[in-house]
């Protein structure tokens, strides 16, 4: 059995108690770390959001959970879309490890429709090219690709040495355009380039727009025709949106970027709406295609029951036909009706349970909507790699400081489109509707929607976690593959977030049912109790490498002996 609860740190107030949680977590650093964590963790105001130290370089010695600028560029943004012939330009292990290990699952529509997603290509950089350049070989690699599968268009990933000694990935795409006849183009996407994935998802958000976006002006035939943005259908999440937009009436043109092909890509600018679920990843194109072409967006979250409703609830006010909003009543009402038993089942037993989510830039704050449909509170959130509006809200934007690693992106410069521009909607019907209550291009944050004194933590590391379990107790942590077993070693379970731990979908009404059950089945599984967490068993080891001569010298050091490693080894259960 496993032993007592830790006891909350002691505090009269909540927000005292909240405070004494994150300064025990900072007590272990060396204080220039614990000053800069410090900017990470904050104790939550939703009426007024408290500045979050967001986007910044990750802390030295900081366990994070980041990814590089590669892996939101290749990987996240146009990696799923299945007919480009994606090749990495580098060393094998990148290719290798953004081989699948991404849930973004395809499904042909048509026999005969392409996917490569199931293959990985690279040039196999080696010490050769490192040192004589590697242009040749990635030309020589196009030529090959292109002679065995004859695709409609090919993409190039820029890894850490390409930019570092400075192969020139865009004149060869140039090149080879010209020489095959086929779309060709490059990202330079070196994983070093900015400090997380995010940097990656706006280099490709610039590639998308000024390689493939606008490429055929042909629209869908279809009454009310929107695009799905910042949707990449893990776990098959697109494909349940898509059968309740369906269901509505409502078209999609492309799923930006799940189970979508290159030719959907190439007319997402003749739709007349833009939904963003995952702000964090694609807001850049919203904003250029709204400049460029004059498509408005909204933002949706489908993840979540409630979140559904009021999701379909704005999309059918956009568009102000009383024949969608009547239909999108009716499928909310079955959807909520076919939900209510699972949901009330679900919720007798899992009320009052608590949460913690800290998991990429969208989901810890959209999964919170998941468990308050259950009457299950958030009590700790946090992304990896967010920008301050991610937590803030969009209000902030003038306010943010753009340094030295934001300016290492590509800003690229739109305009009108001198022939396509064209306004959905007049800017007097805009204000129209503005004034009526809707909001377009507007986004919360996460922390608006926490409650007063939750906890928020941004880039959180592995001690972090364990100083929350420890004191805080939550029921369920959602995280990723990095923290689970760290997580689960503690007692307490982990829903990986990223992959979903192989399930799925969780949007839409359907998924918010598959969630539900998957949540009560991983709270109630009595494993958890036969878990002794290792800081109930042994004190915490620690160790100074180098003094600071500015610091207090640390007391000696508590080095383990066997005779102590032997005593906590039996303190582990039969
Ligand atoms: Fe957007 Fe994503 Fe996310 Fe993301 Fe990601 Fe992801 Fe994520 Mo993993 S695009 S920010 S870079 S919702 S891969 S599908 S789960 S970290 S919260």
């Excluded at 094998?92 to 026999?111: D, E, H, Q, T």
């Excluded at 408005?296 to 979540?304: D, E, S, Y």
């Excluded at 102000?320 to 009402?333: N, W």
């Excluded at 592995?462 to 107790?473: D, F, G, T």
Aim: hydrophobic share 35%.
């Amino acid at each position: 059995m496993a032993p007592e609860k830790a006891p909350l740190p002691v505090a009269d107030t909540e927000a005292a108690a909240a405070k004494a949680t994150l300064d025990a977590m900072l007590k272990a650093y060396p204080a220039k770390t614990a000053r800069k964590r410090a900017k990470q963790l904050l104790v939550n105001n939703p009426d007024n959001p408290p500045q979050i130290g967001a986007n910044t370089r990750t802390t030295p010695g900081i366990m994070t959970q980041r990814g590089c600028t590669y892996a939101g560029c290749r990987g996240v943004v146009i990696g799923p879309i299945h007919d480009i012939l994606h090749i990495t330009h580098g060393p094998i292990g990148c290719g290798y490890y953004s081989w699948l290990s991404r849930r973004n699952i395809v499904r042909p529509k048509n026999a005969g429709d392409t996917n490569y997603l199931q293959y990985a290509m690279s040039t196999d950089m080696m010490e050769e090219q490192i040192i004589f350049g590697g242009e040749k070989k990635l030309a020589q690699a196009i030529r090959e690709a292109y002679a065995i599968f004859k695709p409609k268009a090919i993409s190039i990933y820029s890894t850490c040495p390409v930019g570092l000694i400075g192969d020139d990935v865009h004149s060869v795409a140039r090149n080879m355009k010209e020489e095959l006849g086929i779309n060709v183009f490059a990202f330079s996407c070196e994983g070093y380039k900015g400090v997380s994935q995010s940097a990656g998802h706006h280099i490709a958000n610039n590639g998308v727009f000024k390689h493939m976006v606008g490429l055929n002006d042909t629209p869908d035939e279809a009454e009310f025709n929107i695009n799905l943005l910042g949707e990449y259908n893990i776990g098959g999440d697109a494909w349940a949106i898509d059968e309740l937009l369906r269901k509505c009436g409502i078209h999609v043109t492309a799923t930006l970027s799940g189970d979508v092909s290159y030719d959907q890509v190439c007319k997402v600018h003749t739709v007349q709406l833009n939904t963003v679920m995952c702000h964090r990843s694609i807001n850049y194109m919203a904003e250029m295609m709204e400049k460029k072409y004059g498509i408005p967006w909204i933002k949706v979250n489908f993840v979540g029951a409630e979140a559904t409703a009021k999701s379909l609830r704005k999309i059918a006010a956009y568009f102000e036909s009383k024949k969608l909003t009547d239909r999108v009543e009716e499928v909310i009402a079955q959807g909520m009706a076919e939900l209510k038993p699972i949901r009330d089942r679900i919720t007798a037993r899992c009320k009052g349970k608590k949460a913690a989510i800290f998991v990429g830039g969208s989901r810890a704050h959209s999964y919170q909507h998941l468990f308050a449909d259950i009457g299950m509170e958030t009590i700790a959130a946090g992304y990896e790699f967010a920008h301050r509006d991610d937590y803030e809200g969009r209000v902030v934007l003038p306010t943010i400081k753009v340094d030295a690693d934001s300016r290492n992106i590509e800003e690229i410069t739109v305009e009108q489109d001198p022939t396509r521009y064209k306004p959905r909607k007049t800017p007097e019907q805009m204000k129209a509707m503005e004034d009526g209550g809707f909001s377009f291009k507007e986004y919360q944050g996460m922390m608006a929607d926490m409650k007063t004194n939750s906890l928020v933590i941004d880039d959180i590391s592995h001690h972090e976690i364990e100083k929350l379990v420890e004191l805080r107790h939550p029921d369920i942590i959602c995280s990723g593959i990095k923290d689970k077993f760290v997580i689960e070693k503690m007692g307490v379970p982990c829903k990986q977030l990223h992959s979903y731990d192989y399930g799925g979908p969780y949007t839409a009404f359907v998924g918010a049912a598959n969630f539900y059950l998957e949540i009560d089945r991983m709270l109630h599984t009595k494993i958890w109790k036969y878990v002794v967490p290792s800081w109930m068993k042994e004190p915490q080891l620690q160790a100074t490498l180098i003094h600071n001569p500015k610091e207090p010298k640390p007391k000696a050091d508590p080095i383990p002996t066997l005779k102590r490693l032997a005593a906590s080894e039996d303190a582990i259960p039969e």
